[in-house]
């Protein structure tokens, strides 16, 4: 009986063995497909991660490729900003060349004429009057035209050689002196011709004027301009 005990003991003893090795052979394997599960899984995700870099890289290539597309070019801002700075220039080169001159503010003797009927009446003037305490000049004509028939009194009184002949030879003399002077503007004095020719259709009266014609209150030469008129019958 204690034999049959041992045998039956050792038996549930190899059997347990064998079961005990199949058991870690079956780990094994199944340790062995997990390992290779694991691992294909493994593969797999670097493989997907590895894709998802290419794309990423890809990605971020198209991205610097069209970044690169929209950058601005920078030398062709600075050559639009020159251009610009070119126009603004010839613009304002335009607005400069086109505004209003200064007006001219010269002390300044002129004639003016007016036709009435068969005479013409000259009036000299002074304007921007810097100060006058004497002058002598001609105011010239056409005697073929126009003969000198009067003189009248302006601003001042003047002597000239129509207070004795009106054979002037072409040409009234003015003369004015005054120690005081004046600074006011208008017609100083005027003369009166009577139309000679009837068939002459303009005549142009001008003011011969010589460096020394005008002295300012200081009795000092000092520089009027002149201009003479034209007037039509």
């Known amino acids: 009986m204690k034999n049959i005990l041992k045998i039956t003991a050792l038996l549930m003893a190899l059997c347990l063995m064998l079961f005990a090795v199949v058991g870690c052979s079956d780990d094994g394997d199944t340790d062995t497909a997990a390992s290779s599960n694991i691992s294909s899984v493994n593969d797999e995700t670097q493989s997907a991660v590895s894709t998802d ?3 990423n890289t890809a990605s971020s290539k198209d991205e610097a490729v069209t ?8 030398s062709k ?6 251009d610009s700075s070119k126009n603004d220039t010839t613009v304002s080169s335009n607005i400069s060349n086109t505004s209003t001159p200064e007006p001219d503010n010269s002390p300044t003797v002129f004639l003016t004429a007016t036709k009435n009927g068969d005479t013409v009446t000259v009036k000299a003037a002074v304007k921007n009057n810097s100060g006058l305490a004497g002058f002598s000049f001609k105011i010239t004509y056409d005697k073929a035209a126009v003969t000198p028939d009067k003189l009248q009194k302006g601003l001042v009184s003047v002597v000239s050689n129509l207070q004795q002949s009106t054979d002037c030879g072409g040409e009234v003399t003015a003369v004015y002196s005054d120690a005081l002077g004046f600074k006011d503007n208008g017609d100083l004095f005027s003369v009166t011709f009577k139309v000679k020719d009837s068939k002459a259709t ?8 010589e460096s020394n ?7 000092q030469y000092t520089t009027f301009k002149t201009q003479g008129t034209t007037v039509k019958f």
């Open 53 to 55: 870099d290419s794309s």
């Open 67 to 74: 970044s690169g597309d929209t950058v601005p070019d920078s």
């Open 77 to 82: 801002d600075s050559q639009s900003n020159g």
């Open 202 to 209: 303009e005549t142009t009266f001008g003011i011969k004027a």
């Open 213 to 219: 014609s005008f002295v300012d209150q200081n009795v």
